[in-house]
């Protein structure tokens, strides 16, 4: 079974610059979560997904970050303007269904601002 | 808010040792338990979980307790080997509600060695 892919997997830009980070899960997995991991820290929700409708993007910083998740597959993340303070490795998770807690996570996106 | 601590890291042992890896957490309710653990190079995975009080978690040697008097689900494991040399991460999820989002702890790092 392939596992949730994620690209890409390392970018640096500088502040100011956009970036997007695209995510496939796994294949039948309904649920899909964009998280922060700020490095020391464990990771932190920014935006859940169930199928192509958002659940959760309380902790999603709106003026800058946004994410869709066209036709309940793959999901996009975007960033525009990046701030210094957004190097992180994103990571997108998937799930068969939102209350399991059992979520599979790709290897994650590292992205440095300058 | 409700929110996982763990002990500081990094945690250095000999090959064999006993380990300990201390997990606390604050939350309404009742929530589920969860420890993922992150190797090198990949991505976070699900190592074990507990889901009420008393149920004790298990999987490759690895054992955790859900002790709701103490608000604790701390890891052990009675004999490790270099390769458990991860970053372990402890979780909750609230059961009320309908996001089913995972809280992460900031992650304690074990080094294993020879």
């Known amino acids: 079974e392939a596992g949730v892919a994620q690209s890409p997997r390392y970018k640096i830009i500088e502040k100011r610059q956009s970036v997007a980070f695209w995510c496939n899960p796994i294949s039948g997995h309904a649920t899909l979560y964009w998280y922060q991991q700020i490095l020391g820290q464990g990771p932190k929700l920014l935006i859940q997904f169930q199928n192509n409708g958002v659940v959760d993007d309380s902790q999603l910083p709106k003026d800058r970050f946004s994410a869709e998740r066209l036709k309940g597959v793959d999901s996009t993340l975007k960033i525009q303007p990046a701030k210094l303070e957004d190097s992180a490795v994103y990571l997108c998770?998937?799930?068969?269904?939102?209350?399991?807690?059992?979520?599979?996570f790709g290897e994650g996106s590292r992205l440095t601002v300058l | 808010g409700d929110s996982v601590t763990q002990m500081e890291g990094p945690v250095t042992l000999s090959e064999e040792a006993f380990l300990t890896i201390n997990c606390t957490y604050t939350a309404t309710g009742y929530p589920s338990l969860f420890w993922y653990v992150q190797y090198p190079g990949e991505g976070l995975q699900l190592l074990l979980k507990?889901?009420?009080?008393?149920d004790k978690g298990s999987n490759k040697g690895f054992e955790a307790t859900y002790r709701k008097e103490t608000t604790s689900f701390h890891l052990e494991k009675g004999s490790v080997q270099v390769s458990d040399s991860a970053v372990y991460f402890c979780?909750?999820?609230?059961?009320?509600?309908?996001?089913?989002?995972?809280?992460f702890g900031q992650g304690t790092t074990l080094q294993v060695k020879p």
């Open positions: 979780a909750l999820r609230l059961t009320s509600g309908n996001t089913g989002k995972l809280i």
């Open positions: 507990a889901t009420k009080a008393d």
């Open positions: 998770a998937s799930s068969l269904e939102r209350k399991t807690g059992e979520l599979f």
